[in-house]
């Protein structure tokens, strides 16, 4: 007569973990992010070389500037002075604070900062490497601002006032609060693109670059700074004792 076998846990396999390619998953966010910064460049030269494109973006930007005038020209300059290089600094300070007390962490208040200053670091350096120049603001019947000294292709304040709303957005939490958040960021970048072309120093062309390139940017650094952050060597998975 056999004699019944007291119950044993279940043998667990052990796997070796999966491999990410040579690369690494480190590696191939920053090859995104590299792909990403040469297709926008490749796409400010052909911008160049396409005289037509130039035409139609032009026409664009006196049909915004006739609307441009009361409250919207308040708007428009508004914007021009906060998202400027002047209030830059000041704006990603305040994304790394709203981070480090949103997340309760000196980390992500870095993380933050960084989000913003990258980005629109990457677009400053895109536009010495383009060279487009801007649209012609002194053929325009109502100018409200001197004509920029710096290139036009991609568009800097858009480029900020999308990282800035990206960083702010990865510091809320997941729910309702960031579903709002992501419908005022958009805004925001919409109104931000917007007064560009209104105001005459960019061509639509140029914000539609940054509106894209810049939360591209943003959401692969993230990537990027949470592994680098994240613990190399985290905890192993406890073995559960088999009842008696």
């Known amino acids: 007569m056999d004699t019944p076998r007291p119950d044993t846990p279940a043998r667990r396999v ?12 480190r590696g191939k966010v920053v090859l995104s992010m590299l792909g990403a910064v040469v297709l926008t460049a490749v796409l400010g030269r052909v911008l160049l070389a ?17 609307g441009l005038d009361g409250p919207a020209a308040s708007w428009a300059l508004g914007i021009d002075a ?9 704006l990603a300070a305040l994304a790394a604070l709203v981070g480090a007390l949103l997340r309760r962490s000196v980390w992500a208040g870095v993380r933050s900062g960084t989000l913003v ?17 801007r649209p012609e603001i002194e053929s325009l019947p109502n100018q409200l601002l001197l004509p920029p ?22 510091s809320l939490p997941a729910g309702w609060v960031r579903r709002v958040g992501i419908v005022l960021a958009v805004l925001v970048t919409a109104m931000t693109a ?11 062309t140029d914000v539609l670059a940054s509106m894209l390139l810049a939360p591209v940017l943003g959401l692969l650094l ?21 009842a008696p």
């Open 14 to 25: 052990m796997r070796p973990p999966a491999r990410s390619g040579p690369l690494g998953a």
């Open 50 to 66: 396409v005289p037509a494109v130039g035409e139609f973006d032009l026409r664009l930007v006196a049909a915004a500037h006739r």
């Open 82 to 90: 906060a998202f400027g290089p002047l209030a830059a600094a000041v």
């Open 117 to 133: 200053a990258v980005p629109w670091g990457i677009v400053e350096g895109l536009k010495l490497l383009v060279r487009r120049p």
């Open 149 to 170: 000294g710096s290139f036009s292709f991609p568009s800097g304040h858009t480029a900020f006032a999308a990282a800035f709303c990206v960083a702010i957005l990865l």
């Open 194 to 204: 917007w007064s560009r072309v209104a105001l005459g120093v960019h061509h639509p």
């Open 222 to 242: 993230a990537r990027l700074l949470d592994a680098t952050g994240s613990s190399p060597h985290p905890d192993p998975p406890r073995t559960p004792t088999p």
